[in-house]
């Protein structure tokens, strides 16, 4: 198994720029997670889907994040448009619940830096 | 969601026995506790789960007593690759809250 596949792994664009993160989760993984990591926050969650649906977004930051889950296969997280605050690393993360235990496997993230 | 509570940062040398202690007093009744260890550059992993008293995998020891309000994570001989920083949660309802961690230096 490949595990969660991210792209790209670093990104560098300029303020006011649309940025697209890309996840590939688990096969047969059900949850997928979308969190931001910085040095002030730590690792916080964004969103997540069960089924290809969004369960909670209450940790998205603003209206200019989006994530969407067209199918079991394939994420993405879009902001737009992009601010130097939101440099951080964006990881995903998917599992298969199994009975009450709860753990995730992530993926190496995405280093976007906003200039 | 269980709020967690764990020292910021850790000082071991190699081949010590290193016990990081986590506090979850509102844990919930179903919710169990889980460890995970994150690299720099890398994403987190997870390391251990319990639910109750004590549970041993290849990597660490996790300590649960009877009234769960806390659980230490043991790491045995450590080495300098288990520098990193490790989160405590208290997870349940499939929603994870990961706290700054505890970062563990391992000296030579």
């Known amino acids: 198994d490949a595990g969660v596949i991210q792209s790209p792994r670093h990104e560098v664009t300029e303020m006011g720029q649309e940025v697209t993160l890309r996840c590939k989760p688990i096969s047969g993984h059900d949850y997928l997670f979308w969190y931001r990591q910085t040095m002030m926050r730590g690792l916080e969650l964004l969103i997540y889907f069960n089924n290809n649906v969004p369960i909670d977004d209450s940790g998205m930051p603003e209206d200019r994040f989006s994530a969407k889950m067209p199918n079991a296969s394939f994420s993405t997280l879009k902001i737009q448009p992009s601010e130097p605050r939101d440099s951080a690393v964006y990881f995903c993360?998917?599992?298969?619940?199994?009975?009450?235990?709860?753990?995730?496997?992530f993926g190496p993230g995405t280093r976007l830096t906003v200039l | 969601l269980a709020k967690t509570t764990q020292p910021i940062s850790m000082d071991s040398y190699e081949g010590q026995e290193v016990n990081i202690t986590c506090s979850h007093n509102n844990i919930a009744t179903n919710d169990y506790i889980t460890w995970y260890q994150q690299f720099p550059s890398q994403g987190p992993r997870f390391i251990i789960q319990g639910y109750k008293t004590k549970v041993t995998n290849e990597v660490a020891s996790l300590f649960i007593p009877a009234d769960r309000k806390s659980s230490t994570l043991s790491l045995p001989r450590v080495s300098l690759s288990d520098t990193a920083v490790y989160y405590c949660?208290?997870?349940?309802?499939?929603?994870?809250?990961f706290g700054k961690g505890t970062k563990l230096s391992v000296i030579p």
């Open positions: 949660l208290g997870a349940g309802s499939y929603q994870l809250t």
């Open positions: 993360a998917s599992n298969n619940i199994a009975g009450g235990s709860v753990w995730q496997f």
